[in-house]
């Protein structure tokens, strides 16, 4: 399991170049013209992680697989795109399908480039976006609220939709207030509420302090996540050797990828962590909501697996690189013994034992 981000912004923002940089491929067309991206194109990336390189070479695993994060890349939208304009429609269905939304802005000056609204403007950009995602999320409600289908809901439900009816007629997102509200919300196919990620897409010379365009998302949206990456650095790095790659982002002084970037802000926007299992066979990631009991996390291995639980033999990451193998952690007094109610954690290296 890893999680699915959709790229979506107004046309010629850079959304196709930035996906075929994070997914080193070539899939999304890139042209300076609204609309050349159609149909999604939908990219995989494994998650690197040195702690799982570890584990492998110490258990001596015949294989390695890593969790990963699916990037879609998702249709320009346009203002008017909840009735329908441009690419609307599909933009809406297919956003609808991630778990959590990139919103790139345009944040760089070029002649060569035309933007759909003639003036570089990130802020508006962006409320251009918002405004037809609420717009889209305000007609599903109203749908819903219509006599023959109120019949459908129960009193609490039609409650959370005439709450969150008057959020969205003010021009706010829906606000989620517990899990309940936010599973009925997301069976409906809501938008707004959705975690998002605001990355500016800016030129090399602003990449580690910004300019007045990222200034201007920053104070327009306090409470967001904003990094900012340059997608056609981005590009330039994902046809490059791991030491080419290294030697490259030393000399222009870059810490990070933007890739590392969005998986770091992603995994802490949707609560996530990592644990592993490791033996001769294999060693592997496996990503969970934080907070995960330990029969939920055996469950993502096999479902039989939560039914069937009886108990965690657990392993802190730290410990199984420092002493080399579980059985050595286990002599060591390192290996735990956990039952159902135990609440696993990021870098535990785990042992499920279950009923046959």
């Known amino acids: 399991m890893g999680f699915k981000c959709g790229i979506v912004g107004l046309p010629n923002v850079g959304k196709s170049t930035l996906f075929n940089a994070l997914t080193a491929s070539k899939n999304a067309e890139a042209a300076n013209f609204p609309f050349c991206t159609i149909d999604p194109n939908i990219g995989i990336v494994d998650v690197i992680d040195e702690r799982l390189d570890r584990l492998s070479s110490l258990s001596n695993s015949k294989k390695k697989i890593y969790t990963n994060i699916t990037f879609v890349d998702i249709a320009g939208l346009v203002k008017g795109a909840s009735k329908g304009e441009g690419l609307g429609n599909k933009f809406l269905s297919h956003i609808r399908e991630v778990d959590a939304i990139i919103h790139l802005v345009r ?3 070029s002649e060569k480039i035309t933007h759909v609204n003639h003036n570089i403007n990130p802020a508006d950009d962006l409320e251009t976006i918002k405004t037809e995602i609420i717009l889209s999320d305000l007609d599903i409600i109203q749908k819903k609220l219509e006599k023959g289908k109120k019949k459908s809901l129960n009193e609490k439900e039609i409650k959370i939709l005439e709450t969150k009816l008057i959020q969205l007629s003010d021009g706010k997102e829906a ?13 409906i196919g809501l938008l707004s509420i959705k975690p998002k ?7 090399e010379d602003s990449l580690s302090k910004g300019n007045q365009y990222t200034n201007q998302v920053c104070n327009r949206y306090p409470n967001e996540k904003v990094i900012n990456v340059c997608a056609d650095i981005e590009d330039q790095l994902s046809g ?18 933007g890739l590392n970037k969005l ?3 992603g995994y802490d926007l949707l609560d996530l962590e990592t644990f592993f299992t490791s033996g001769p066979e294999e060693s592997r990631a496996w990503t969970v909501k934080k907070n995960t009991p330990a029969p939920k996390a055996a469950g993502v291995i096999h479902t039989d697996f939560e039914k069937n639980f009886i108990r965690a033999e657990a392993i802190d990451c730290d410990d199984f690189i420092k002493f080399g193998s579980a059985e ?12 159902k109610d135990y609440t696993v954690k990021d870098g535990d290296v785990l042992y499920f034992r279950v009923n046959p």
Do not use: A
């Open 107 to 109: 944040c760089f000056d």
């Open 175 to 187: 606000k989620i207030n517990n899990l309940e509200e936010e599973k009925f919300l997301s069976s």
């Open 197 to 203: 990620i605001i990355v500016c897409n800016v030129d």
């Open 240 to 257: 490059l050797d791991k030491t080419e790659k290294e030697t490259f982002m030393q000399e222009i002084g870059l810490d990070k990828t």
């Open 263 to 265: 998986i770091k802000e």
């Open 328 to 339: 050595k952690c286990k002599e060591n007094g390192k290996m735990r013994i956990e039952g």
